[in-house]
């Protein structure tokens, strides 16, 4: 099915959904703050674009929406266009899968949290991350 958008207008919906200095980013950003976890780089250039970056520990952490990366806790299909929302969402799912083989084939840990994880077990959250500091 094709966009019911133009070119134009989908370029600005699109514009308006944040990639990074989300709120789940932020929220975890200050969850390591208050347990005085330091160290880390954010925008860090590094395939796949992880949220954070533990350059030393080589430790990539993406915080991934629960719709957009198709959450299996959380993720309701889309009722409307779903042929053109499921494309979009599983392209991100092998996206993720194809960026996290080869990160762990360079070395480095990859964790990814779902932001409904940050919302609702914030400690189990940051004791991972402190696991594999």
Same mark, same amino acid.
């Given at each position: +099915?094709?966009?019911?958008?133009?070119? =134009?207008?989908?370029?600005?919906? +699109? #514009?308006?959904?944040?990639?990074?200095?989300? #709120?789940?980013?932020?929220k975890l950003r200050q969850m390591l703050r208050d347990n005085g976890i330091r160290g880390y780089r954010i925008h860090y250039d590094l395939v796949g674009k992880p949220d954070i970056v533990f350059v030393r520990k080589k430790i990539a952490i993406f915080v991934d929406g629960c719709f957009w990366h198709k959450c299996p806790v959380c993720f309701k299909e889309p009722e409307t266009r779903k042929e053109f929302w499921m494309n979009k969402i599983d392209s991100n799912v092998r996206r993720d899968e194809k960026v996290n083989a080869e990160l762990i084939e360079q070395g480095w840990n990859v964790i990814r949290?779902?932001?409904? =994880?940050?919302?609702? =077990?914030? =400690?189990?959250?940051?004791?991972?991350?402190?696991l594999l500091l």
């Amino acid at each position: +099915m094709a966009d019911v958008l133009t070119p =134009e207008q989908r370029k600005l919906n +699109m #514009s308006h959904i944040r990639a990074k200095d989300t #709120s789940p980013e932020k929220k975890l950003r200050q969850m390591l703050r208050d347990n005085g976890i330091r160290g880390y780089r954010i925008h860090y250039d590094l395939v796949g674009k992880p949220d954070i970056v533990f350059v030393r520990k080589k430790i990539a952490i993406f915080v991934d929406g629960c719709f957009w990366h198709k959450c299996p806790v959380c993720f309701k299909e889309p009722e409307t266009r779903k042929e053109f929302w499921m494309n979009k969402i599983d392209s991100n799912v092998r996206r993720d899968e194809k960026v996290n083989a080869e990160l762990i084939e360079q070395g480095w840990n990859v964790i990814r949290i779902r932001e409904h =994880e940050i919302r609702k =077990e914030p =400690e189990r959250v940051t004791a991972r991350i402190l696991l594999l500091l």
